[in-house]
């Protein structure tokens, strides 16, 4: 099955509706009863338009994090459970994730680092068909572990003058796993394209199983019962100067900012990351065991201080909820 559309709203209202409808029940799956759909292919139109606008599922600081957590080029549970608690469950040993796509993609003593190839061969012959980031690995099959990457492959093609990126997958949960995915791996494209300084492309998203978990029906449902949010709200572009080095500088920041250190306002970086940092000080502050007067006020400072407002609503919801 084929869900196109411009936005990821569209794309998970599509899909979770198709699977209510015409999901095949699997009784036996390893992480409980699901409805699936087999095969599907979802086709990103606009991967700036990566975020939702749903109450429900509109999520800036989980998959932020996640994406941060790959750009550490790390799989250390520490890392990842600040931003998603749930992860704990999936660990081996409690102090990594065995699946963790941050040294798969970007290196370790392990692996080398997969993106930069493909950025080389890119640069080279903007044409390969050689530009492949391999996640899952065949000794990955022979492991018992709770963290088998669910991801197969990763592959960016430059056609038409335009970076597009290609996604294959072996499972995926529609209602978590996909638009955690969907952004993370969009981000990803939109950074190779800017250091290629190439336009960006559509994203292909192929899963041999695109599934809703029996227990979550009633979550989907809510998700359903908002109606189509089909307005087309982008994140904004990221600049194509110094790429490496404000990544670089953005990680620094992250750690400063989780043990309360926001001296990264009076350094000079670009808007553009600065507004990203903002975002992770305001995750910061929810965290913290303050008064919700207190959370309040600063949540609006930061607020007032965006370059884009496209952050500020994720920001307004939090304020609400206190």
């Known amino acids: 099955m084929i869900f196109e559309s411009k ?46 606008l749903s109450k429900n599922r509109g999520k800036s600081f989980s ?13 250390e549970l520490e890392f990842i459970k ?22 798969r993609i970007f290196g370790s003593s392990n692996y080398k680092n997969q993106f930069q190839n493909c950025f080389i061969k890119l640069s ?19 492991k018992v572990t709770n963290d088998l990457p669910c991801t197969n ?6 056609r038409d003058k335009k970076l597009n990126m290609y996604v294959n997958m072996r499972s995926n949960d529609v209602l978590y796993g996909l638009s955690h995915d969907i952004f993370c791996f969009t981000f990803l494209q939109e950074i190779m394209s800017r250091k290629l300084q190439i336009e960006l492309g559509n994203y292909y998203h192929y899963t041999a199983s695109l599934h809703l978990y029996e227990d ?13 949010q089909s307005s087309i709200i982008e994140m904004p572009i990221m600049p194509s100067e110094n ?15 989780r043990n309360g250190d926001y001296s990264f306002e009076s350094r000079t970086i670009p808007q553009y990351w600065k507004d990203i940092l903002r975002v992770l000080q305001a995750f910061n502050i929810t965290k913290k065991s303050i008064p919700p007067e ?24 939090k304020i609400l909820a206190l």
Do not use: C, M
């Open 7 to 52: 936005t990821i709203d569209d794309i998970l209202y599509s899909s979770i509706k198709s699977i209510l409808k015409n999901g095949i029940y699997v009784q036996n799956s390893s992480k409980g009863p699901n409805f699936e759909i087999s095969p599907s292919l979802i086709i990103l139109k606009n991967p700036l338009a990566r975020i939702s």
């Open 82 to 103: 600040y931003y998603i608690n749930k992860y704990i469950e999936f660990s081996d040993d409690g102090i990594s994730l065995y699946g963790g796509y941050g040294p």
């Open 153 to 158: 492959s990763v592959q960016f093609l430059i």
């Open 243 to 257: 790429i490496d080095s404000n990544i670089k500088e953005l990680l620094e920041n992250e750690k400063k900012i």
């Open 63 to 75: 998959p932020l994090g996640e994406l941060l957590w790959y750009l550490n080029g790390n799989n």
């Open 124 to 142: 080279e012959k903007p044409d390969t068909k050689h530009a492949v980031i391999q996640i899952l690995h065949s000794e990955d099959l022979f």
């Open 294 to 317: 207190e959370k309040k006020a600063l949540l609006l400072n930061i607020n007032k201080r965006f370059s884009n407002d496209y952050y500020q609503r994720y920001i307004e919801e």
């Open 216 to 228: 979550k029906i009633e979550e989907a449902n809510k998700y359903l019962n908002e109606g189509l």
